[in-house]
């Protein structure tokens, strides 16, 4: 079965820092990545997603996230956090091939960013 | 364009009482999901339907849950009796033809307590 491990449920970062957000997964094959953000109130946005090519993999307001096989990870990264950026984040897996589009999501991870 | 809407946002009814969601995805999007998302957990999808017909209900407590999607349309969710631990933000959320590489668009939620 897919799973997705954040180990990190709350980190706190300085405005201006670098943010870098640990995913986990556990997949059968290729995996499909995803990063989402949860502002209170919000719905789930898409901060960017991982099929298959390069590695390094470019999103929405200014995120970044690697993915790397042999650790089974897909961190997310940003370089200059802003005070905007304070939300939860989720990392989501899936779908099996030959499944309907079923997302498996992580715990998410709560960033709280200090001024 | 206008995003996939839910109502009502805020819903506190007591244990064993009934209660409906509401969910209007993006126009022309033909996958719609439903998926709970209790307090510190990732969100877990309730029920899948492509067009009006579901393709995933497998993790739907379907002695007390049920959904439909008559025209393809909009959709309800429906708790009848509520549980306690039926508590949650349900998500609704709709993509345009529900592969696995398909964005997931969601709503904004709505927030269910249960005394």
């Known amino acids: 079965a897919q799973s997705v491990t954040q180990p990190d449920i709350h980190i706190t970062v300085s405005e201006g820092a670098s943010l870098e957000l640990r995913c986990n997964y556990s997949?059968?094959?290729?995996?499909?990545l995803f990063w989402y953000v949860q502002s209170p109130g919000q719905g789930l946005q898409l901060l960017l997603k991982?099929?298959?090519?390069?590695?390094l993999v470019q999103g929405i307001k200014g995120f970044e996230a690697e993915f790397k096989r042999s650790q089974s990870s897909f961190n997310l990264r940003k370089p200059s956090v802003h005070w905007s950026d304070a939300a939860e984040y989720f990392c989501a897996v899936g779908p099996l091939p030959g499944t309907a589009s079923k997302l498996t999501f992580g715990t998410g991870t709560r960033l709280q960013v200090t001024l | 364009e206008a995003g996939v809407a839910q109502s009502p946002r805020y819903k506190i009814i007591e244990k064993r009482q009934s209660v409906a969601f509401w969910c209007n995805p993006i126009?022309?999007?033909?996958?719609l999901y439903w998926y709970q998302q209790i307090l510190g957990q990732g969100p877990k999808l309730l029920i899948q339907f492509q067009n009006n017909g579901v393709v995933d209900d497998s993790q739907l407590p379907k002695d007390r849950f049920s959904a439909e999607r008559l025209k393809g349309v909009d959709s309800t969710l429906k708790i009848q009796p509520a549980k306690l631990e039926d508590s949650a933000v349900y998500l609704c959320?709709?993509?345009?033809?529900?592969?696995?590489?398909?964005?997931?668009?969601f709503g904004p939620g709505t927030r269910l307590t249960v005394l």
């Open positions: 991982y099929f298959s090519g390069d590695t």
């Open positions: 997949y059968g094959a290729t995996p499909y």
């Open positions: 126009s022309g999007h033909a996958t």
């Open positions: 959320a709709s993509s345009f033809a529900g592969t696995g590489v398909d964005e997931q668009f």
